[in-house]
Nanobody, 123 residues
Framework: QGQLVESGGGLVQAGGSVRLSCAAS????????VGWFRQAPGKEREFVVV????????LYADSVEGRFTISRDNAKNTVHLQMNSLKPEDTAVYYC????????????????WGQGIQVTVSS
């Protein structure tokens, strides 16, 4: 089924930027949607953004729209998440995941997940 590997997390001050990457190996993403989710301590996993590889459709959560930008690199089978104007409430473990077909926002619809990567925003 392939593997997803996130990279690029870390510690950043409020107002700063971080770029996450999700690299897929073992399969092409051409028929999938790739989403980013996050989970803060004591909270449920929540949708952040998703992109359809096939159509290019993109959905953002209201909490990140205008601050986060998702993009894809077809040649490298990789999705990037540029996160700007970060806030302490963006602190979480960020996961990338794939679902077959078009965009969606429910974690249950995503069948393959990366291991997650920590992003910490200090105030």
């Amino acid at each position: 089924q392939g593997q997803l590997v996130e990279s690029g997390g870390g510690l950043v001050q409020a107002g700063g930027s971080v770029r996450l990457s999700c690299a897929a190996s073992g399969r092409t993403l051409s028929n999938y949607a790739v989403g980013w989710f996050r989970q803060a301590p004591g909270k449920e996993r929540e949708f952040v953004v998703v992109i359809s590889w096939r159509s290019g459709s993109i959905l953002y959560a209201d909490s990140v729209e205008g601050r986060f930008t998702i993009s894809r690199d077809n040649a490298k089978n990789t999705v990037h998440l540029q996160m700007n104007s970060l806030k302490p409430e963006d602190t979480a473990v960020y996961y990338c995941a794939t679902k077959w077909g078009e965009v969606g926002t429910r974690p249950i619809d995503f069948g393959s997940w990366g291991q997650g990567i920590q992003v910490t925003v200090s105030s």
